[in-house]
């Protein structure tokens, strides 16, 4: 039976790799992003800024009214606005910590409701490695992910009684625009990785399309690295 699922950040790189795994897998996937641009065979793509509430509930209520309650949330959508702390705008602060953090709790609180009325779902946050190894550059960054660690424990608890399932998946290096706009450092951690190569968004998909499977259905609260052993001990 084909499920409602909802990606952000599905315009490109790993958001639209994830969009792709659950198109093939028969499902009817809407996709969120700042363009508009999905995938071909979205069931339906929306412009929204997940930085602004208002237009990630009324997406999500849009979305609700075609397709029914939210099944599956992949919480995806995220930025960079790289620099050394000691020189750091308060704006590259708050744009990254407003997108990547704000805007998952409200994709997260959007699609809940249905996911509690149903009594059944998963949300899957994004995350990243980059709490636990330190990226110099990447405070802002980092702040936002290792938030969402703690969101996404707290909502664990909150919904588990509901049969509703929240996890993160922490990416390692992973070959996307964004990794491309790291420069030289990109290649510094591809050195470290011990699998040897720097990861494709298709590897992160398939771990984000089992937690949201029958087969993970008793994973909860988790925290998921997929990154060629680079953050060994997460």
């Known amino acids: 039976m084909s499920r409602h699922v909802i990606v952000t950040g599905a315009s490109r790189g790993i958001g639209a790799a994830v969009a ?4 093939a897998l028969g499902d009817h996937v809407v996709a969120l992003s700042r363009s508009g641009a999905a995938p071909e065979g979205c069931a339906a793509s929306l412009s929204v800024d997940v930085a602004q509430s208002e237009q990630v509930t009324a997406a999500v ?4 009214a075609l397709f029914g309650p939210v099944e599956v949330c992949v919480v995806n959508a995220g930025i960079t606005r790289d620099g050394l702390a000691m020189r750091m705008s308060d704006e590259q602060w708050r744009d990254v910590l407003a997108t990547d953090l704000d805007g998952a709790f409200y994709t997260a609180r959007a699609a809940m409701a249905s996911m509690v009325r149903a009594r059944q779902g998963s949300i899957i946050f994004i995350g990243s490695v980059s709490p636990f ?5 990447q405070a802002n960054y980092a702040a936002a992910k290792a938030g969402l660690m703690g969101l996404a424990r707290s909502l664990a608890k909150e919904v588990a009684s509901r049969s509703i399932t929240v996890n993160v998946v922490a990416p390692g290096l992973v070959d996307t625009d964004m990794t491309t706009d790291l420069g030289p450092a990109s290649d510094e ?23 949201a499977s029958n087969h993970a259905r008793y994973i909860t609260g988790a925290v998921l690295a997929v990154d060629g052993g680079l953050a060994l001990g997460l």
């Open 189 to 211: 951690m591809a050195a470290m990785i011990p699998m040897g190569r720097i990861g494709a968004p298709s590897d992160i998909a398939g771990v984000v399309g089992f937690l």
């Open 61 to 64: 209520k849009d979305a609700i």
């Open 20 to 23: 792709e795994h659950f198109i």
């Open 133 to 137: 190894i330190g990226v110099p550059g």
